[in-house]
Protein backbone atom coordinates (compact mmCIF):
# COMPACT_ATOMS: atom_id res chain seq x y z
CA UNK A 1 0.00 0.00 0.00
CA UNK A 2 1.33 3.35 -1.06
CA UNK A 3 -0.25 6.21 0.38
CA UNK A 4 0.87 9.21 0.48
CA UNK A 5 -1.58 11.94 1.34
CA UNK A 6 -2.06 12.14 5.05
CA UNK A 7 -6.01 12.66 4.82
CA UNK A 8 -5.94 9.27 3.10
CA UNK A 9 -4.15 7.42 5.23
CA UNK A 10 -5.79 8.85 7.98
CA UNK A 11 -9.47 7.80 6.15
CA UNK A 12 -7.07 4.22 5.45
CA UNK A 13 -6.25 3.65 9.32
CA UNK A 14 -9.54 4.94 10.48
CA UNK A 15 -10.93 1.92 7.67
CA UNK A 16 -8.67 -0.67 8.37
CA UNK A 17 -10.78 -3.47 10.62
CA UNK A 18 -7.66 -4.70 12.25
CA UNK A 19 -6.32 -1.25 13.68
CA UNK A 20 -5.77 -1.57 17.15
CA UNK A 21 -8.80 -0.44 19.26
CA UNK A 22 -7.17 2.31 21.26
CA UNK A 23 -10.25 4.22 21.40
CA UNK A 24 -12.39 1.33 23.15
CA UNK A 25 -8.83 0.81 25.24
CA UNK A 26 -9.23 4.51 26.46
CA UNK A 27 -12.94 3.77 27.22
CA UNK A 28 -12.30 1.28 29.39
CA UNK A 29 -9.17 2.24 31.00
CA UNK A 30 -10.86 5.44 31.92
CA UNK A 31 -14.31 4.00 33.76
CA UNK A 32 -12.38 1.20 35.67
CA UNK A 33 -10.30 4.84 36.95
CA UNK A 34 -13.88 6.14 37.64
CA UNK A 35 -14.90 3.15 39.26
CA UNK A 36 -12.24 2.73 41.85
CA UNK A 37 -10.08 5.95 41.95
CA UNK A 38 -12.64 7.78 44.26
CA UNK A 39 -12.92 4.56 46.27
CA UNK A 40 -9.47 4.77 46.94
CA UNK A 41 -9.79 8.71 47.97
CA UNK A 42 -12.57 7.76 50.46
CA UNK A 43 -9.31 5.05 51.30
CA UNK A 44 -7.03 7.85 52.12
CA UNK A 45 -9.15 10.29 53.75
CA UNK A 46 -9.44 7.64 56.31
CA UNK A 47 -5.74 8.41 57.36
CA UNK A 48 -6.80 12.23 57.36
CA UNK A 49 -4.97 13.86 60.26
CA UNK A 50 -7.73 16.35 60.56
CA UNK A 51 -11.67 16.21 61.02
CA UNK A 52 -12.67 17.20 57.00
CA UNK A 53 -13.39 14.17 54.84
CA UNK A 54 -12.69 16.33 52.04
CA UNK A 55 -9.30 18.33 52.54
CA UNK A 56 -6.15 16.25 52.92
CA UNK A 57 -4.43 17.55 55.95
CA UNK A 58 -1.42 15.07 56.30
CA UNK A 59 -1.71 11.24 57.17
CA UNK A 60 -2.13 9.56 60.66
CA UNK A 61 -3.96 6.46 62.22
CA UNK A 62 -6.11 8.56 64.43
CA UNK A 63 -9.31 7.64 62.94
CA UNK A 64 -8.71 4.03 63.62
CA UNK A 65 -7.44 3.96 66.89
CA UNK A 66 -5.28 7.55 67.59
CA UNK A 67 -8.09 9.20 69.01
CA UNK A 68 -9.57 8.32 72.12
CA UNK A 69 -12.96 8.93 71.76
CA UNK A 70 -13.78 8.84 67.66
CA UNK A 71 -11.91 6.64 66.67
CA UNK A 72 -13.11 3.37 65.01
CA UNK A 73 -11.27 1.47 68.19
CA UNK A 74 -12.49 3.85 71.23
CA UNK A 75 -15.88 4.74 69.22
CA UNK A 76 -18.72 2.20 71.15
CA UNK A 77 -21.04 2.59 68.25
CA UNK A 78 -18.42 2.22 65.46
CA UNK A 79 -17.07 -1.36 66.58
CA UNK A 80 -20.19 -2.03 67.62
CA UNK A 81 -21.41 -2.12 64.00
CA UNK A 82 -18.97 -3.59 62.65
CA UNK A 83 -19.69 -6.45 65.24
CA UNK A 84 -23.19 -6.51 63.86
CA UNK A 85 -22.02 -6.50 60.73
CA UNK A 86 -19.66 -9.37 60.87
CA UNK A 87 -22.56 -10.99 63.37
CA UNK A 88 -24.99 -11.17 60.92
CA UNK A 89 -22.51 -12.25 57.74
CA UNK A 90 -21.03 -15.13 59.68
CA UNK A 91 -24.34 -16.19 61.06
CA UNK A 92 -26.46 -15.88 57.57
CA UNK A 93 -23.31 -18.22 56.06
CA UNK A 94 -23.85 -20.54 58.53
CA UNK A 95 -27.49 -21.22 58.14
CA UNK A 96 -26.96 -20.87 54.43
CA UNK A 97 -24.52 -23.46 54.35
CA UNK A 98 -26.68 -26.27 55.13
CA UNK A 99 -30.35 -25.27 53.83
CA UNK A 100 -28.77 -24.18 50.20
CA UNK A 101 -26.71 -26.98 49.77
CA UNK A 102 -29.56 -29.11 50.73
CA UNK A 103 -31.76 -27.59 48.48
CA UNK A 104 -29.38 -27.31 45.26
CA UNK A 105 -29.22 -31.48 45.66
CA UNK A 106 -33.09 -31.50 45.92
CA UNK A 107 -33.78 -29.04 43.01
CA UNK A 108 -31.33 -30.35 40.49
CA UNK A 109 -32.16 -34.28 41.40
CA UNK A 110 -35.74 -34.16 41.89
CA UNK A 111 -38.05 -34.97 39.13
CA UNK A 112 -42.01 -34.86 39.55
CA UNK A 113 -44.52 -32.25 40.82
CA UNK A 114 -43.25 -29.31 43.25
CA UNK A 115 -40.33 -29.47 42.11
CA UNK A 116 -40.95 -26.50 39.39
CA UNK A 117 -42.62 -24.07 41.58
CA UNK A 118 -40.04 -24.58 44.35
CA UNK A 119 -37.33 -23.62 41.79
CA UNK A 120 -39.43 -20.30 40.66
CA UNK A 121 -39.76 -19.80 44.59
CA UNK A 122 -35.93 -20.00 45.22
CA UNK A 123 -35.31 -17.90 41.89
CA UNK A 124 -37.31 -15.44 42.79
CA UNK A 125 -35.23 -13.67 45.59
CA UNK A 126 -32.83 -13.28 42.53
CA UNK A 127 -35.01 -10.53 40.68
CA UNK A 128 -36.88 -8.94 43.71
CA UNK A 129 -35.88 -5.37 44.46
CA UNK A 130 -34.67 -5.57 47.92
CA UNK A 131 -36.97 -2.39 48.91
CA UNK A 132 -39.83 -4.97 48.10
CA UNK A 133 -38.11 -8.21 50.46
CA UNK A 134 -37.28 -5.19 53.11
CA UNK A 135 -40.78 -4.17 53.22
CA UNK A 136 -42.16 -7.13 53.01
CA UNK A 137 -40.31 -9.09 55.77
CA UNK A 138 -40.75 -5.42 58.09
CA UNK A 139 -44.71 -5.89 58.00
CA UNK A 140 -44.48 -9.35 58.66
CA UNK A 141 -42.27 -9.10 61.60
CA UNK A 142 -43.97 -6.22 62.77
CA UNK A 143 -48.09 -7.08 62.15
CA UNK A 144 -48.04 -10.79 61.88
CA UNK A 145 -45.27 -12.96 62.85
CA UNK A 146 -44.80 -10.98 66.14
CA UNK A 147 -42.47 -13.93 67.95
CA UNK A 148 -39.98 -12.47 66.19
CA UNK A 149 -38.66 -8.81 67.12
CA UNK A 150 -37.47 -6.64 64.74
CA UNK A 151 -33.38 -6.16 65.51
CA UNK A 152 -30.55 -8.78 64.43
CA UNK A 153 -32.78 -11.79 64.08
CA UNK A 154 -35.52 -10.26 61.97
CA UNK A 155 -32.48 -9.36 60.14
CA UNK A 156 -30.74 -12.57 60.01
CA UNK A 157 -34.16 -13.87 58.73
CA UNK A 158 -33.87 -11.32 56.09
CA UNK A 159 -30.45 -12.43 55.08
CA UNK A 160 -30.41 -15.80 54.72
CA UNK A 161 -33.74 -15.82 52.59
CA UNK A 162 -32.06 -12.64 50.74
CA UNK A 163 -28.90 -14.93 50.06
CA UNK A 164 -29.98 -18.72 50.06
CA UNK A 165 -30.41 -18.72 46.02
CA UNK A 166 -27.05 -17.57 46.07
CA UNK A 167 -25.69 -20.68 47.36
CA UNK A 168 -28.56 -22.60 45.21
CA UNK A 169 -27.26 -21.07 41.85
CA UNK A 170 -23.09 -21.75 42.84
CA UNK A 171 -23.55 -25.30 43.75
CA UNK A 172 -25.93 -26.27 41.58
CA UNK A 173 -23.89 -24.79 38.83
CA UNK A 174 -20.81 -27.00 39.73
CA UNK A 175 -23.42 -30.14 40.22
CA UNK A 176 -24.36 -29.83 36.69
CA UNK A 177 -20.80 -29.56 35.29
CA UNK A 178 -20.05 -33.15 37.74
CA UNK A 179 -22.86 -35.12 36.48
CA UNK A 180 -24.02 -38.30 37.18
CA UNK A 181 -21.51 -40.56 36.21
CA UNK A 182 -19.04 -40.60 39.96
CA UNK A 183 -22.64 -40.92 41.55
CA UNK A 184 -23.36 -43.96 39.59
CA UNK A 185 -20.38 -45.88 40.07
CA UNK A 186 -20.12 -45.50 43.60
CA UNK A 187 -23.98 -46.76 43.54
CA UNK A 188 -22.48 -49.85 41.16
CA UNK A 189 -20.02 -50.11 43.41
CA UNK A 190 -22.55 -50.93 45.98
CA UNK A 191 -22.96 -48.21 48.15
CA UNK A 192 -26.47 -46.56 49.22
CA UNK A 193 -27.74 -42.98 47.30
CA UNK A 194 -26.55 -41.09 50.71
CA UNK A 195 -23.07 -42.90 50.80
CA UNK A 196 -22.91 -42.08 47.40
CA UNK A 197 -23.96 -38.24 48.58
CA UNK A 198 -21.87 -38.19 51.36
CA UNK A 199 -18.54 -39.66 50.17
CA UNK A 200 -19.07 -38.70 46.58
CA UNK A 201 -20.78 -35.74 45.42
CA UNK A 202 -20.30 -33.41 48.63
CA UNK A 203 -16.42 -33.36 48.59
CA UNK A 204 -16.82 -32.60 44.89
CA UNK A 205 -18.42 -29.93 45.79
CA UNK A 206 -16.85 -28.49 48.58
CA UNK A 207 -14.98 -25.77 46.30
CA UNK A 208 -18.25 -24.37 45.25
CA UNK A 209 -19.77 -24.67 48.62
CA UNK A 210 -16.73 -22.97 50.31
CA UNK A 211 -16.90 -19.70 47.64
CA UNK A 212 -20.61 -19.40 48.04
CA UNK A 213 -20.71 -19.22 51.39
CA UNK A 214 -17.75 -16.69 50.94
CA UNK A 215 -20.21 -14.88 47.87
CA UNK A 216 -22.69 -14.51 50.98
CA UNK A 217 -20.60 -13.44 53.57
CA UNK A 218 -19.37 -10.43 51.79
CA UNK A 219 -22.88 -9.90 50.31
CA UNK A 220 -24.87 -10.30 53.81
CA UNK A 221 -21.52 -7.93 55.38
CA UNK A 222 -22.15 -5.27 52.75
CA UNK A 223 -25.98 -5.59 52.78
CA UNK A 224 -27.92 -2.22 53.32
CA UNK A 225 -31.89 -2.41 52.55
CA UNK A 226 -32.58 -5.47 54.24
CA UNK A 227 -31.18 -4.61 57.25
CA UNK A 228 -32.25 -1.64 57.62
CA UNK A 229 -35.64 -2.30 57.37
CA UNK A 230 -35.32 -5.06 59.88
CA UNK A 231 -33.20 -3.00 62.49
CA UNK A 232 -34.82 -1.83 65.81
CA UNK A 233 -32.64 0.60 67.42
CA UNK A 234 -29.15 1.60 67.74
CA UNK A 235 -28.05 -1.86 69.13
CA UNK A 236 -28.68 -3.35 65.64
CA UNK A 237 -27.15 -0.76 63.35
CA UNK A 238 -24.48 -2.31 60.82
CA UNK A 239 -21.64 -0.55 59.27
CA UNK A 240 -23.44 0.06 55.67
CA UNK A 241 -26.54 1.47 58.09
CA UNK A 242 -23.74 4.12 60.13
CA UNK A 243 -22.48 5.11 56.85
CA UNK A 244 -25.95 5.70 55.81
CA UNK A 245 -27.50 7.74 58.98
CA UNK A 246 -24.09 9.65 59.65
CA UNK A 247 -22.86 10.25 56.33
CA UNK A 248 -25.08 13.68 55.89
CA UNK A 249 -25.26 14.62 59.15
CA UNK A 250 -21.73 14.57 61.71
CA UNK A 251 -19.48 12.08 59.93
CA UNK A 252 -15.86 12.41 60.57
CA UNK A 253 -13.05 10.00 58.82
CA UNK A 254 -13.78 7.09 61.08
CA UNK A 255 -16.46 6.43 59.16
CA UNK A 256 -14.27 5.86 56.70
CA UNK A 257 -11.61 4.36 58.75
CA UNK A 258 -14.48 1.87 59.72
CA UNK A 259 -15.64 1.45 55.73
CA UNK A 260 -11.79 0.31 55.02
CA UNK A 261 -11.90 -2.10 57.51
CA UNK A 262 -15.41 -3.36 56.48
CA UNK A 263 -13.77 -3.40 52.69
CA UNK A 264 -10.82 -5.58 54.24
CA UNK A 265 -13.33 -7.74 55.29
CA UNK A 266 -15.20 -8.38 52.21
CA UNK A 267 -11.84 -8.55 50.21
CA UNK A 268 -10.69 -11.06 52.30
CA UNK A 269 -13.72 -13.23 51.87
CA UNK A 270 -13.81 -12.79 47.96
CA UNK A 271 -9.91 -13.71 47.77
CA UNK A 272 -10.13 -16.93 49.81
CA UNK A 273 -13.21 -17.67 47.18
CA UNK A 274 -11.60 -17.04 44.04
CA UNK A 275 -8.14 -18.82 45.49
CA UNK A 276 -8.77 -21.56 47.39
CA UNK A 277 -11.42 -23.63 45.55
CA UNK A 278 -8.90 -23.20 42.88
CA UNK A 279 -5.35 -24.52 45.03
CA UNK A 280 -8.27 -27.75 46.15
CA UNK A 281 -9.02 -28.19 42.59
CA UNK A 282 -5.77 -27.55 41.36
CA UNK A 283 -5.33 -29.66 37.79
CA UNK A 284 -8.93 -30.66 37.21
CA UNK A 285 -9.54 -27.33 35.21
CA UNK A 286 -12.70 -26.24 35.16
CA UNK A 287 -13.70 -22.41 35.79
CA UNK A 288 -14.17 -21.03 39.40
CA UNK A 289 -16.99 -20.34 41.44
CA UNK A 290 -16.57 -16.74 41.54
CA UNK A 291 -16.76 -17.14 37.73
CA UNK A 292 -19.76 -19.08 37.83
CA UNK A 293 -21.19 -16.51 40.01
CA UNK A 294 -20.24 -13.45 37.78
CA UNK A 295 -22.49 -15.92 35.47
CA UNK A 296 -25.77 -15.66 37.48
CA UNK A 297 -26.67 -13.41 35.01
CA UNK A 298 -26.45 -15.38 32.09
CA UNK B 1 -18.91 -21.42 30.91
CA UNK B 2 -17.90 -24.97 31.29
CA UNK B 3 -18.82 -26.49 27.89
CA UNK B 4 -17.96 -30.10 28.96
CA UNK B 5 -21.16 -31.54 30.63
CA UNK B 6 -21.22 -34.85 29.43
CA UNK B 7 -24.03 -36.32 30.79
CA UNK B 8 -27.50 -34.83 29.88
CA UNK B 9 -28.03 -32.94 32.84
CA UNK B 10 -31.85 -32.91 32.81
CA UNK B 11 -30.98 -36.03 34.14
CA UNK B 12 -33.03 -38.04 31.87
CA UNK B 13 -31.18 -41.43 31.60
CA UNK B 14 -31.51 -43.18 28.27
CA UNK B 15 -33.24 -46.93 29.27
CA UNK B 16 -30.29 -49.85 27.40
CA UNK B 17 -31.08 -52.78 27.62
CA UNK B 18 -28.45 -54.66 29.09
CA UNK B 19 -28.80 -58.26 29.24
CA UNK B 20 -32.49 -58.29 29.32
CA UNK B 21 -32.21 -55.64 32.90
CA UNK B 22 -33.23 -52.27 31.46
CA UNK B 23 -30.46 -49.92 33.15
CA UNK B 24 -32.95 -47.37 33.65
CA UNK B 25 -35.56 -48.95 35.61
CA UNK B 26 -32.99 -50.06 37.77
CA UNK B 27 -31.46 -46.46 37.96
CA UNK B 28 -34.87 -45.66 39.23
CA UNK B 29 -35.12 -48.33 41.56
CA UNK B 30 -31.75 -47.72 43.71
CA UNK B 31 -32.33 -43.72 43.32
CA UNK B 32 -35.79 -43.47 46.22
CA UNK B 33 -38.20 -41.01 45.13
CA UNK B 34 -38.67 -39.65 48.72
CA UNK B 35 -34.52 -38.47 48.37
CA UNK B 36 -34.22 -35.22 46.41
CA UNK B 37 -37.68 -33.83 47.67
CA UNK B 38 -36.58 -34.49 52.10
CA UNK B 39 -33.24 -32.37 50.85
CA UNK B 40 -35.30 -29.60 48.90
CA UNK B 41 -37.83 -29.21 51.73
CA UNK B 42 -36.32 -27.29 54.59
CA UNK B 43 -35.17 -24.68 51.98
CA UNK B 44 -38.49 -24.34 50.43
CA UNK B 45 -40.52 -24.40 53.15
CA UNK B 46 -38.14 -21.63 54.51
CA UNK B 47 -38.54 -19.42 51.34
CA UNK B 48 -42.42 -20.31 51.91
CA UNK B 49 -42.71 -19.09 55.44
CA UNK B 50 -40.15 -15.98 54.77
CA UNK B 51 -40.79 -15.00 51.25
CA UNK B 52 -44.46 -16.07 50.03
CA UNK B 53 -46.06 -15.43 52.92
CA UNK B 54 -44.74 -11.88 53.74
CA UNK B 55 -45.61 -10.96 50.17
CA UNK B 56 -48.99 -12.65 50.77
CA UNK B 57 -49.32 -10.58 54.08
CA UNK B 58 -48.47 -7.24 52.40
CA UNK B 59 -52.26 -7.84 50.20
CA UNK B 60 -53.63 -8.76 53.53
CA UNK B 61 -52.26 -5.45 54.03
CA UNK B 62 -53.30 -3.07 51.41
CA UNK B 63 -56.63 -5.17 51.43
CA UNK B 64 -57.13 -4.97 55.38
CA UNK B 65 -58.52 -1.99 57.36
CA UNK B 66 -57.27 0.66 59.85
CA UNK B 67 -57.63 0.02 63.23
CA UNK B 68 -57.91 3.25 64.32
CA UNK B 69 -58.74 2.35 67.92
CA UNK B 70 -54.54 1.05 68.18
CA UNK B 71 -53.57 3.32 65.68
CA UNK B 72 -52.34 0.24 63.37
CA UNK B 73 -53.27 -1.02 60.72
CA UNK B 74 -55.09 -4.96 60.59
CA UNK B 75 -54.50 -6.78 58.25
CA UNK B 76 -57.45 -9.36 56.27
CA UNK B 77 -56.46 -12.99 55.50
CA UNK B 78 -59.33 -13.60 53.22
CA UNK B 79 -59.06 -12.52 49.65
CA UNK B 80 -62.61 -12.44 49.61
CA UNK B 81 -62.97 -9.84 51.92
CA UNK B 82 -59.93 -7.17 50.62
CA UNK B 83 -61.33 -3.43 50.91
CA UNK B 84 -59.42 -2.19 47.53
CA UNK B 85 -60.06 1.70 48.82
CA UNK B 86 -56.34 1.99 50.00
CA UNK B 87 -55.27 0.69 46.64
CA UNK B 88 -57.48 2.92 44.49
CA UNK B 89 -56.86 5.73 46.82
CA UNK B 90 -53.17 5.16 46.26
CA UNK B 91 -53.78 4.63 42.38
CA UNK B 92 -55.47 7.93 42.23
CA UNK B 93 -52.62 9.09 44.08
CA UNK B 94 -50.24 7.82 41.15
CA UNK B 95 -51.92 8.94 38.06
CA UNK B 96 -53.09 12.53 39.95
CA UNK B 97 -51.69 13.44 43.15
CA UNK B 98 -49.33 13.33 45.42
CA UNK B 99 -47.60 9.97 44.18
CA UNK B 100 -47.77 11.06 40.50
CA UNK B 101 -44.14 13.09 40.66
CA UNK B 102 -42.22 10.47 42.58
CA UNK B 103 -43.15 7.75 40.07
CA UNK B 104 -43.07 9.87 37.07
CA UNK B 105 -39.48 11.18 38.27
CA UNK B 106 -38.39 7.87 39.40
CA UNK B 107 -38.69 6.03 35.39
CA UNK B 108 -37.20 9.68 34.30
CA UNK B 109 -34.06 8.97 36.46
CA UNK B 110 -34.23 5.25 35.76
CA UNK B 111 -34.30 5.89 31.82
CA UNK B 112 -31.76 8.31 31.97
CA UNK B 113 -29.39 6.43 33.56
CA UNK B 114 -29.64 3.48 32.14
CA UNK B 115 -28.99 5.01 28.87
CA UNK B 116 -25.93 6.55 30.23
CA UNK B 117 -25.10 3.00 31.75
CA UNK B 118 -25.06 1.33 28.38
CA UNK B 119 -23.19 4.45 26.49
CA UNK B 120 -20.44 3.42 29.18
CA UNK B 121 -20.66 -0.34 29.79
CA UNK B 122 -21.29 -1.55 26.04
CA UNK B 123 -17.69 -0.38 24.76
CA UNK B 124 -16.17 -1.83 28.19
CA UNK B 125 -17.99 -4.79 27.80
CA UNK B 126 -16.89 -5.32 24.09
CA UNK B 127 -13.41 -3.92 24.32
CA UNK B 128 -12.82 -6.72 27.50
CA UNK B 129 -14.78 -9.71 25.74
CA UNK B 130 -12.95 -8.88 22.19
CA UNK B 131 -9.58 -7.42 22.77
CA UNK B 132 -8.98 -8.58 26.68
CA UNK B 133 -6.07 -10.68 25.67
CA UNK B 134 -3.39 -11.90 28.42
CA UNK B 135 -5.46 -8.90 30.52
CA UNK B 136 -8.50 -10.66 30.39
CA UNK B 137 -8.21 -11.90 33.40
CA UNK B 138 -7.43 -8.62 35.13
CA UNK B 139 -9.35 -6.52 33.42
CA UNK B 140 -12.85 -8.73 34.95
CA UNK B 141 -11.07 -8.48 38.42
CA UNK B 142 -11.49 -5.03 38.42
CA UNK B 143 -14.43 -5.16 36.44
CA UNK B 144 -15.95 -7.42 39.40
CA UNK B 145 -14.06 -4.95 42.53
CA UNK B 146 -16.89 -2.57 42.24
CA UNK B 147 -19.42 -5.94 43.70
CA UNK B 148 -17.64 -6.37 46.63
CA UNK B 149 -17.22 -2.67 47.95
CA UNK B 150 -20.16 -1.70 49.76
CA UNK B 151 -22.89 0.27 47.88
CA UNK B 152 -22.70 2.69 50.89
CA UNK B 153 -19.41 3.23 50.99
CA UNK B 154 -18.65 3.72 47.12
CA UNK B 155 -21.55 6.62 47.75
CA UNK B 156 -19.28 8.35 50.37
CA UNK B 157 -16.83 8.42 48.31
CA UNK B 158 -19.18 10.12 46.59
CA UNK B 159 -20.10 12.31 49.36
CA UNK B 160 -16.95 12.83 50.37
CA UNK B 161 -15.62 14.09 46.53
CA UNK B 162 -18.70 16.20 45.41
CA UNK B 163 -18.24 18.31 48.91
CA UNK B 164 -17.86 22.50 48.71
CA UNK B 165 -14.03 21.80 49.28
CA UNK B 166 -13.69 18.18 47.52
CA UNK B 167 -11.54 17.58 45.00
CA UNK B 168 -14.14 17.50 42.37
CA UNK B 169 -14.27 21.29 42.84
CA UNK B 170 -10.96 22.21 43.73
CA UNK B 171 -10.45 20.71 40.12
CA UNK B 172 -12.73 22.82 38.69
CA UNK B 173 -11.78 25.80 40.22
CA UNK B 174 -8.20 24.95 39.53
CA UNK B 175 -9.25 24.72 35.72
CA UNK B 176 -10.94 27.73 35.96
CA UNK B 177 -14.15 26.38 35.05
CA UNK B 178 -16.65 27.51 37.97
CA UNK B 179 -15.42 30.24 39.97
CA UNK B 180 -17.24 29.53 43.04
CA UNK B 181 -17.95 26.13 44.61
CA UNK B 182 -20.78 24.23 42.75
CA UNK B 183 -23.19 22.67 45.57
CA UNK B 184 -23.13 19.48 43.93
CA UNK B 185 -25.38 17.50 46.57
CA UNK B 186 -28.08 19.66 47.27
CA UNK B 187 -30.85 18.46 45.19
CA UNK B 188 -29.75 18.42 41.81
CA UNK B 189 -31.48 15.53 39.58
CA UNK B 190 -28.04 15.09 37.40
CA UNK B 191 -25.62 14.23 40.63
CA UNK B 192 -29.23 11.41 41.65
CA UNK B 193 -28.91 10.06 37.75
CA UNK B 194 -24.86 9.45 37.69
CA UNK B 195 -24.87 8.47 41.56
CA UNK B 196 -27.61 5.88 40.05
CA UNK B 197 -25.22 4.89 36.89
CA UNK B 198 -22.07 4.94 39.31
CA UNK B 199 -24.11 2.74 41.51
CA UNK B 200 -25.44 0.49 38.79
CA UNK B 201 -23.23 0.45 35.67
CA UNK B 202 -21.31 -2.99 37.12
CA UNK B 203 -24.48 -4.99 36.84
CA UNK B 204 -24.63 -4.11 33.51
CA UNK B 205 -21.28 -4.48 32.25
CA UNK B 206 -21.19 -8.35 33.31
CA UNK B 207 -24.47 -9.90 31.29
CA UNK B 208 -23.20 -7.74 28.08
CA UNK B 209 -19.67 -9.29 28.77
CA UNK B 210 -21.43 -12.44 28.59
CA UNK B 211 -23.43 -12.37 25.86
CA UNK B 212 -20.09 -10.29 23.78
CA UNK B 213 -17.72 -12.91 24.62
CA UNK B 214 -20.24 -15.69 23.28
CA UNK B 215 -20.10 -14.26 19.77
CA UNK B 216 -18.21 -16.49 17.06
CA UNK B 217 -15.15 -14.18 16.10
CA UNK B 218 -15.54 -16.36 12.55
CA UNK B 219 -19.38 -14.55 11.98
CA UNK B 220 -17.15 -11.01 12.63
CA UNK B 221 -14.64 -11.87 10.34
CA UNK B 222 -16.65 -13.23 7.72
CA UNK B 223 -18.88 -10.09 7.36
CA UNK B 224 -15.43 -8.55 7.01
CA UNK B 225 -14.01 -10.57 4.72
CA UNK B 226 -17.31 -9.98 2.58
CA UNK B 227 -15.90 -6.31 2.42
CA UNK B 228 -18.29 -4.76 5.07
CA UNK B 229 -17.13 -1.77 7.49
CA UNK B 230 -16.81 -1.69 10.65
CA UNK B 231 -19.58 0.17 12.29
CA UNK B 232 -21.94 -2.09 9.61
CA UNK B 233 -20.78 -5.55 10.85
CA UNK B 234 -21.09 -4.02 14.65
CA UNK B 235 -24.71 -2.84 13.63
CA UNK B 236 -25.88 -5.71 11.61
CA UNK B 237 -23.97 -8.68 13.35
CA UNK B 238 -22.75 -7.57 16.84
CA UNK B 239 -25.35 -5.73 18.13
CA UNK B 240 -28.20 -8.53 17.10
CA UNK B 241 -26.04 -11.03 19.01
CA UNK B 242 -26.24 -9.50 22.07
CA UNK B 243 -29.81 -8.58 22.33
CA UNK B 244 -29.92 -11.65 25.04
CA UNK B 245 -27.62 -9.73 26.82
CA UNK B 246 -28.46 -6.09 26.50
CA UNK B 247 -32.50 -7.42 27.30
CA UNK B 248 -31.36 -9.44 30.31
CA UNK B 249 -28.66 -6.62 31.73
CA UNK B 250 -31.37 -4.02 31.18
CA UNK B 251 -33.22 -5.92 33.27
CA UNK B 252 -31.28 -6.51 36.10
CA UNK B 253 -29.56 -2.87 36.28
CA UNK B 254 -33.21 -1.03 36.25
CA UNK B 255 -34.97 -3.93 38.74
CA UNK B 256 -32.68 -2.28 41.56
CA UNK B 257 -32.81 1.16 40.75
CA UNK B 258 -36.62 1.30 40.45
CA UNK B 259 -36.83 0.55 44.19
CA UNK B 260 -32.97 3.01 45.13
CA UNK B 261 -33.99 5.30 47.67
CA UNK B 262 -30.67 5.80 48.87
CA UNK B 263 -28.81 6.94 46.57
CA UNK B 264 -30.66 10.12 46.02
CA UNK B 265 -30.93 10.55 50.04
CA UNK B 266 -26.96 10.60 50.36
CA UNK B 267 -26.26 12.55 46.98
CA UNK B 268 -29.06 14.80 47.50
CA UNK B 269 -31.48 14.49 50.19
CA UNK B 270 -34.17 16.81 48.94
CA UNK B 271 -37.35 15.95 48.78
CA UNK B 272 -37.12 17.41 44.88
CA UNK B 273 -35.66 14.58 44.29
CA UNK B 274 -37.63 12.06 46.01
CA UNK B 275 -38.32 8.32 44.24
CA UNK B 276 -40.93 5.74 44.98
CA UNK B 277 -38.39 3.93 46.58
CA UNK B 278 -38.43 6.83 48.99
CA UNK B 279 -42.52 6.96 49.39
CA UNK B 280 -42.26 3.13 50.10
CA UNK B 281 -40.34 3.41 52.93
CA UNK B 282 -41.38 6.54 54.72
CA UNK B 283 -45.23 4.65 54.22
CA UNK B 284 -44.34 1.41 55.12
CA UNK B 285 -41.96 2.20 58.36
CA UNK B 286 -44.64 5.06 59.73
CA UNK B 287 -47.06 3.07 61.26
CA UNK B 288 -50.34 5.10 60.46
CA UNK B 289 -49.52 4.28 56.78
CA UNK B 290 -48.80 1.14 56.01
CA UNK B 291 -51.73 0.14 54.77
CA UNK B 292 -50.37 2.75 51.61
CA UNK B 293 -46.97 1.49 52.33
CA UNK B 294 -48.11 -1.92 51.20
CA UNK B 295 -50.68 -0.73 48.52
CA UNK B 296 -47.12 1.40 46.99
CA UNK B 297 -45.18 -2.06 47.23
CA UNK B 298 -47.74 -3.89 45.57
CA UNK B 299 -48.16 -1.31 42.68
CA UNK B 300 -44.33 -0.69 42.49
CA UNK B 301 -44.28 -4.92 42.24
CA UNK B 302 -46.77 -5.41 39.46
CA UNK B 303 -45.11 -2.85 37.47
CA UNK B 304 -42.13 -4.77 37.40
CA UNK B 305 -43.24 -7.75 37.34
CA UNK B 306 -42.80 -7.90 33.38
CA UNK B 307 -38.95 -7.05 33.77
CA UNK B 308 -38.78 -9.24 36.20
CA UNK B 309 -40.50 -12.55 34.19
CA UNK B 310 -38.72 -11.83 31.47
CA UNK B 311 -35.24 -11.74 32.95
CA UNK B 312 -36.31 -15.01 34.52
CA UNK B 313 -36.88 -16.42 31.19
CA UNK B 314 -34.28 -15.07 29.50
CA UNK B 315 -31.51 -16.53 32.32
CA UNK B 316 -33.67 -19.63 31.88
CA UNK B 317 -33.12 -19.85 28.12
CA UNK B 318 -29.08 -18.75 28.10
CA UNK B 319 -28.87 -21.92 31.06
CA UNK B 320 -30.42 -24.42 28.55
CA UNK B 321 -28.32 -23.24 25.76
CA UNK B 322 -25.10 -23.55 27.65
CA UNK B 323 -25.80 -27.08 28.47
Request: charged fraction near 15%.
Amino acid sequence: MTQTAPRRSLLAWWRNPWRKPHFLAAITWAYLLWALVPVLIAIQFSFNKGKSRSTWQGFSWRWYWGDPNLSVWHDATLHRAMLNSLWLAGMTMLVCAPLGVALALGLTRWRGYGQRPANLLMLLPLVTPEIVMGSCLFLFFTTMFRSIHLGRWAQLVGQITYNLSTVVIVVRGRLLTIGRDYEDAAQDLGASPAQALRTVILPLLGPAIFASLMVVFATAIDDFVISQFLSADAGSETVPMKIYNTLRATATPAVNALATVMLLFTLTAILLAVFVPRLLRRGTGGSSAVADFANLDV
Amino acid sequence: MPDTAVVDPAGVDVGVDVAGINVNERDEARRPRWLWPTLAAPGTVWMVIFFAVPFYGVMAIAGGRDNLLFARRDPIWNPLQWHTDTLSSVWQGIVNGEFGQPFLRTFEYVIAALAICFVIGYPVAYYVARYGGKRRGLLLGLLLAPFWISYLMRMLAWVNLLQDDGYVNDALRHLHIVGHPVDWLDGRPYTVVLGLVYGYVPFLILPLYAALDRIDVRLLEASRDLGVSPWRTFVHVTLPLSRQGILAGAAITALPMFGDYYTNTLLSASPRTNMIGNQIQQAVTESSTRGIGASLVIVLTVLLTVLMAYYLYSSNQAAKEVR
